[in-house]
């Protein structure tokens, strides 16, 4: 199995979520981050005080799959994330060893 | 509660000089079979200076804590809040037990005496003009809280509550009392004890008493303590700004208690002073609004509320002296002045008035207390100002700033001198770092 | 304020005419040495008018932009609070400038004149009746700010800050000061000047001038502009309901000011005025609450205090004429016909008022001008409605509902549509997405 | 609106009616020859009863509101918020169509009449004393509303929205409207009615009406309903004190016409009044807050917050009777004394009284009332106290302030036992686990 | 040393940690984040508007521990965070190549 | 390539950013977290109500770097985010099978 860790802007969200759901992923985990990278940061004035916001608000999506949908779903988060601007975010995929749902106990695929 | 007021209404004639003394001589009298000259309650006037109290108090709680509040970093929400409500408790009683007694009594230009100690002799029956000498004790009260909690934006974020206190407690008593004596005090008859005021200095609502003295003070307290830590390279940006403009909102409302109710009457003088304060605090924030778009590319909220604050504060010692004209000019000037005197004069000069209390109070203050020797109409205050040939007043109000300026700065220094070697000012390094609110009070903003 | 209400005081004979007269004629006798019949300062009723035009202000700000400002999206908190306090500004300069003259002077039936450009000719004795005119002058700038404000509401989250002020500068001396000229301008005898109000049309405290202007304005607004981006499929539930409990609260404790302030006096009719806002706000709000509770299966925190805010609003007009069993009705059933506009109306339609200044405002407004024909009580306000067997006013009412909606309807789509064409009306899709309070003020709640 | 505030003054007789009355009453007697026992409406004192009632309202939306809902966790900040604003629309039903005449009617000592249902006989012109008696009744109704809002900080995050309301329509007609008859409810003759009132007790603004009344039936209630889940094992720390502060500062400001106003005049008393208020809450918030520092190491912000609102609770029967001095004295016991009752004695005893309306209201108002015996002074309030050597006093009061306690104890226990009987008090586990906003209202704070 | 990441319901992170103090586990990361599953969402009305809230709100909990505990812990966190409704979430095992404590620099199992 | 997930204080976060720079990370990703283990919590008092706050605040940092590289990060995290005092934090260091830039749909390195 695959955790798959997408890093997109906040107001993709939706659309990836949307994408997933024809693969057959059936649930995934969203949280708040906030991103460093090439997307220069806004500036904010106080009173003439400046501030630049290095860290720009992006969310995280980790979603387990098994190998078979892998790819596909790694190429489905792109093509609904992609907005060809800089900022558009990151794709990281990790092994997971074992995967179970705490309600039932289900192991592996069966948990996800 | 203006010396000129007095002393034109004195000209009138003895009885309204006695309706209008605040002594308590008078008041002995009014209890006693009274001359015709006697005053007598107006409940009228009585019920706008019980409300105008109410809402001067309530621009300290919560207009105020909330407009400094919602400026500062999550973490010293709440140590900000704490520092407005202790300091009006603090002033409450400081004030009942001789700040009142230093403020107005006694016979010397320079201090108050203490007859008043505890408010003894203040009586139900007690008349101050046409109303109850507790009505004007508890509005004087309400300037005399809002002061030191206008410094408090000064050295916010970082000076520790103990020492806060210590020195409030102290400023309160050496330098807000004489300096309220000086310009307010009146004698038996209605005339100017202080010696400002003796000296035909205009100060309708308190430009130099409260906006100049406690801008200057937080001036030197920023100055004494020394920036933040962070300050300059930290992104220090406002929490929530949604409370600063609670704050402001709640401040422009009872602003008019402050300024319509030193008028001590539901009269046309109040409701001159009522518009003049509207009129200025709009354009003000207008000019800040538009100044900031043109500089800066666009209007911030933070701009609009700080401009409208600086034209309230210009506005208060001309309120009752100026006419609509006047007021509009004088919120515009403070308008730009004052988003000059918060950004590129406090960047120039590099201290860290966190929440600027000197570059809105201390330099509106200025701006107003001058300019109301401009724009002064007889016919609305009893005296001329320069635009009706009386060039004399702009002198006799730059003396006063003057004076109020080295007298507020030089003492308020001392203090803080004296204060920081005993106790210490400031809070480490780790408390300033977790916060206030943590640090010094053990609570959080969850 | 209400020309019914002038009349039925003439009635009572010259002196009292004259002491209830608006008119500056009046004024100026007031200034030279007056007759016998001549009005003088009443303490009471000024001191009560202070208050009243600090409470209205305050339903603007920190009120209105409280209650709004909770409803919509985090990123647009700040932009929503902005539109208030800068209109506040504005307002006020429009209405010294030049509103207030347009309004209330003149002898045309149709629009003021240019006596009081710059507020020129009220002096600090001139009187309205038997207050300063400086405070009438204020406490009906209060109204001539919060109008515009409630527009807002219609198209937050998608209007261009300076699109609206643009739009809200015109609209406020085309539309506002002519439609407040019809209803409230009285002749120097203290009869109505203003058509509508020559009529017989009832408006107290402005259903027609205020509320029925502002709804419609606003749902012209919504539909001209377009929904917003997402309107019926993204989520775009209020950030923070507890910023909406608090305006709705500053709302109803203002309004004791908007309404029992339209008495000119602090008398009977006041106290009664105050009491039938009291009772239609608070059937009002459990109107909705039971509504949405046998509906939707739970009572909502935004569900009662926009009942509160919908009997407010049908009780304007009708405060004053009619008495407690009256009110109690409007408030039903403002209640149950307002939480069908902002729900059931509004979604079968499908405009985006974002807000629901037309489903409140417009809706409510038209029930109260229209219920008040039917309650209003003789020896409250002067005029008997319906119940009393006076068929008539209905009519009255209808027609002077009718010829708002008609002129502000149509007036406000033309300003809107040039607009549109010289600068645009919304911000584009990116600024919409990224939120006004960033896109258009540099700032964020963080 | 005390009895003793009557019989004293109409034990004066003309000479003091007069000089209470204001310019206005004069102003009418120089017009046309009035007869001199006659009462005539005082506007000054009218307006003032106007803004009374605004600044009441004001206490319980947004004040209470926000007092309360800073110190729940986030997930029952709505569900708090929207108690106090349905018992304010629900209680001003109530009092219209029944609560006021339950009341204020009648010839018997122990329960009023059906005289004014609906408020039959309440016209524009109807005056009570010399204000309007609509005035007097909205006045009344703002205290008929707060005092069941008290009561909801017991029973918070655990209550059923419907149990909660079938409960407060019950109490306030079975509990309030008695109790309220008893101590305030005057004969024709301005002498007192109530039984309590006859007996001599002393409770200017609401000691035992509205504090020790809501107090003991909030004890009862957390009691009853028994501990919130995870009371004392889960984290249950306030969610955003902020709003605590802005809570208590309106509050504060609000009690000004709660006591000030009970005066039911604007003149010395009203100042007195007012002056005791600010006393004593600044004395009892700096007492708490340096208790708080001695024992806990650190001076929070709910502490000095709680403090002043236990102040003022302790103040409410006093304002009126006693002097400066007294006041400070009140204050510094109510505040370390509460101190004790939120933290020691509900540690103690175990009971989850959430938000401390027994430990600050009832503690702090039994205090009040038992301490106004002590230091009543006979020329403010027209009785004398322990202190001026009326030892009986204190006898009175503690009778009064005990078969209140056990009145509202035993009536509130069986309408709470009853309701539970009939529909269940609480919320299931799981919907107190997932808030009330969610669960009973279907809304979150995002 | 693996590093079990639990997505749980909020009000079961306590249980959750008491249950792993007696395993020898020293410490844990948490994180708030919205779940989307076989679990519906909330419906929250506003003026007659329905917003069908898809993400409902969970805790992640991150933990490390060496190899020999692990079985223990997943079964653990399992037992104390099952409610038996759905919803409950899952649990998910990841390898990690290396560990360190910042304060000492100490290295993997010693880092724990 | 590695993904590195350092818990630190949060007041460390900006020193951490900056001591990555030079060594070519052109970006990360930080949520904020709250930490469990042997840091004692902070006590707040409510009229008299002790709650000890078990959780303390802590900034979590994920940055994916070439496996070259990850040593020198790991090692200029440590340094940056140390303060010798007890709660400093933990890195693990996770195996990362694919990682991809969204925007271009760069695979692996060049997606860093
Ligand atoms: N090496 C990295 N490790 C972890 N997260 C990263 C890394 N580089 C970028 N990110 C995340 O991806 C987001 C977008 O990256 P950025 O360089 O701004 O644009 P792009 O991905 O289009 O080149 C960043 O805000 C950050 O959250
Ligand atoms: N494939 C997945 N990847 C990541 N997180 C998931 C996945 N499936 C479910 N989750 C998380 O687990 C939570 C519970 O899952 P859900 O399907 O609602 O109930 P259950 O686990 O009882 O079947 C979800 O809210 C989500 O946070
Ligand atoms: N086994 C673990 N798994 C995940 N995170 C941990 C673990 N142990 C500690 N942490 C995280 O590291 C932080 C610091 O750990 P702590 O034990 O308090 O201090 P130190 O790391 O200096 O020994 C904790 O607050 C927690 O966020």
Known sequence: ?112 | MNHRFKKFAAGVGPALGALLSASAAWAEEAAAPAAAAAPTLDTGNTAWMLVSTALVLMMTIPGLALFYAGMVRKKNVLGVMMQSFALTALGTVLWVVIGYSLAFTGTSPYIGGLDRLFLDGIEKTTLSGNIPESVFMMFQMTFFIITPALITGAFAERMKFSAMLVFMTLWMLVVYAPVCHWVWALNADGTALGFLGAMGALDFAGGTVVHINAGVAGLVACIVLGPRKGFGTDNMAPHNLALSVIGAALLWVGWFGFNAGSALAADGRAGMAMAVTQIAAAAAALAWMFAEWILRKKPSVLGIISGAVAGLVAITPAAGFVGPKGALIIGLIAGVVCFWGATGLKHALKYDDSLDAFGVHGVGGIIGAILTGVFAVANIGGTAGLLEGNAGQVLTQVIAVGITVAYTGIVSFILLKVIDLVMGLRVNNEEEREGLDFALHGETIH
Chains 1, 5, 6 share one sequence.
């Open chain 1, 1 to 112: 199995m695959k955790l798959i860790v997408a890093i997109i802007k906040p107001f993709k969200l939706d659309e990836v979520r949307e994408a997933l759901t024809p693969l057959g992923v059936q649930g995934l985990t969203v949280s708040e981050v906030k991103g460093f990278g090439r997307q220069k940061g806004q500036t904010e004035i106080y009173r003439g005080a400046e501030y630049v916001v290095n860290f720009l608000p992006k969310v995280k999506i980790e979603v387990a799959v098994n190998d078979e949908i892998a790819d596909q779903v790694i190429e489905a988060i792109q093509t609904a994330a992609r907005t060809g601007k800089i900022g558009d975010g990151k794709v990281f995929v990790i092994d997971i060893a074992q995967a179970y749902r705490i309600r039932t106990g289900e192991a592996n695929n069966d948990a996800l």
